[in-house]
């Protein structure tokens, strides 16, 4: 029950992203699409909802429970991000409005990874706090699952940090554009065939001298 619910959850954050979006750009709706909008926290209430009452009702704490704290603590992270990602591509290619930025390069996009990295972070401290409060409502139960989603959080952080760092230490350049191939030795490149207008240039087509 615990994963149909996460699954439905993740499917329903991007029914209702999809739905506000149309209505604030396509309907020129943006008070209904923005409350349309406002609705992605309620999905996350629902499922630690049910997730705290599935483990009152005597039902033994395992992987389940974990995903569902792992995935609460991204949405908590990542959500406003997505939805404002999705808005500014949506308006970009729907609505006439400005490109959006990319990352960068350079330092720029050192300092977005390490934003990025600080998000993540965030949702492992969420979901960290989530899987210790079940794992002491469940006392002596088996709580080992639990403690195995709390490392790969953990771990997690960690990979991503690593990511981070090599945008910091290689930095990503910028591609130059290509230059035109300069001739050697300074001569000058043979003039194409009808370029000009003296008599010794080529027929242009086949009918005509």
Not at 75 to 104: E, M, S
Not at 147 to 171: C, D, E, K, N, S
């Amino acid at each position: 029950m615990i994963v149909t619910l996460v699954v439905l959850c993740e499917v329903g954050f991007w029914v209702l992203l999809a739905a506000g979006l149309a209505l604030r750009y396509l309907a020129r709706m943006p008070r209904t699409g923005a409350a349309v909008l406002l609705m992605e926290p309620l999905l996350e209430v629902v499922l630690l909802v049910v997730t705290v009452l599935d483990l009152r009702n005597g039902a033994q704490a395992d992987w389940k429970h974990g995903l569902a704290a792992v995935y609460i603590g991204f949405t908590v992270a990542y959500g406003h991000y997505l939805i404002r990602w999705a808005d500014g591509q949506f308006a970009y290619r729907f609505a006439g409005g400005p490109k959006p930025p990319g990352p960068g390069y350079d330092r720029a996009r050192a300092v977005y990874e390490w934003k990025l990295w600080l998000r993540t972070v965030v949702a492992a401290a969420v979901a960290a706090g989530l899987l210790q409060a079940a794992i002491q409502y469940v006392g002596d139960g088996d709580t080992a699952s639990l403690r195995m989603w709390q490392t790969g959080v953990a771990r997690a952080v960690a990979i991503h940090g690593l990511i981070a760092l090599t945008y910091t230490i290689w930095p990503k350049k910028q591609k130059q554009p290509k230059q035109p191939k300069q001739p050697e030795n300074g001569e000058r490149e043979p003039e194409r065939y009808g370029s000009g207008d003296g008599a010794g240039d080529r027929p242009r087509t086949l009918t005509k001298p």
